[in-house]
């Protein structure tokens, strides 16, 4: 990623990259500043230029990191950026090594991995003065960067040769991963060749409808009629026979 990123970027590229690290991004700081003295040697880069580009992007990677604290003060703990390398805990032990030794551990924690980012954070947030901390990290940073570059320059080939032969059993382990992957899966279906797949199907013509779930074609207000039953009578009721009518009764003969 380092060298593709300098590769297509050049000079910004590493400056781009020492300004994320100092940010959170997981790239040790030496490493573009290795790489960079790597391409110098080969004739990619100028070597002044390379080295100028390293000692520019560790320092505004440093004041980016120190104005985000000047800025925001205690709150910048509150950011998921930050949270990651600068707990509360964390805070108030570095604090306490400013108040015991000032700006000098800058120079010290730049050496030690972690260190670099939250001492600078918490530098902010302490409001240390800006010009006072630019000394400071210059002087820091020309201790540690051409320590870095010169390695790099002398160990190019070295580097280049492990950087080769790593990539070379990364390879080698992903593709043993990816067949033990596949075996694995092969193995799996053909277990489970033969075994039915999901939920039962049934075989009548039409399967019940759970309760409350509409008919087909139906809208979900409307009802779905009853259907008849041998108890209950199948249309309108029968028309009832009228009742004849009294007529005039035997007894009632008129004598004559």
């Given amino acids: 990623m380092a060298e593709d990123l300098i590769g297509q970027f050049g000079y910004l590229g590493i400056v781009l990259l020492l300004v994320l690290g100092g940010l959170g991004l997981p790239v040790p700081e030496e490493a573009p500043i290795i790489l960079a003295a790597i391409l110098s040697k080969k004739g990619a880069m100028w070597p002044p230029m390379a080295f100028g580009s390293c000692v520019a992007g560790v320092l505004i990677g440093d004041f980016v990191v120190y104005g985000l604290g000047y800025v925001y003060g205690e709150r910048v703990l509150g950011f998921r950026l930050t949270r990651t390398f600068l707990t509360r805990a964390r805070e108030a032990q570095i604090k306490g090594y400013f108040r015991r030794h000032g700006l000098k551990i800058l120079v010290l924690g730049r050496f030690a991995v972690g260190f670099r980012t939250a001492a600078y954070l918490t530098a902010g ?19 540690s960067t051409p ?40 193995h799996r279906a053909r277990r489970r060749g033969g075994r039915p797949v999901g939920p039962p199907v049934l075989e009548e013509d039409e399967a019940p409808l759970p309760p409350g779930d509409p008919a087909p074609g139906l809208d979900p207000g409307e009802e779905m009629a009853v259907p008849p039953t041998s108890s209950s009578p199948i249309g309108p009721p029968p028309p009832s026979s009228p009742s004849p009518t009294p007529g005039p009764s035997k007894s009632a003969v008129p004598l004559e």
């Fill in 125 to 143: 947030i302490l409001r240390h003065p800006p010009l006072k901390l630019l000394v400071t990290d210059l002087f820091a940073v020309l201790l």
């Fill in 147 to 186: 320590l870095m570059f010169a390695l790099g320059w002398a160990f190019a080939h070295q580097i280049e040769a492990g950087i080769r032969e790593v990539q070379h059993y990364l390879a080698v382990i992903l593709a043993a991963v990816l067949v033990g992957w596949l075996v694995v899966r092969s």
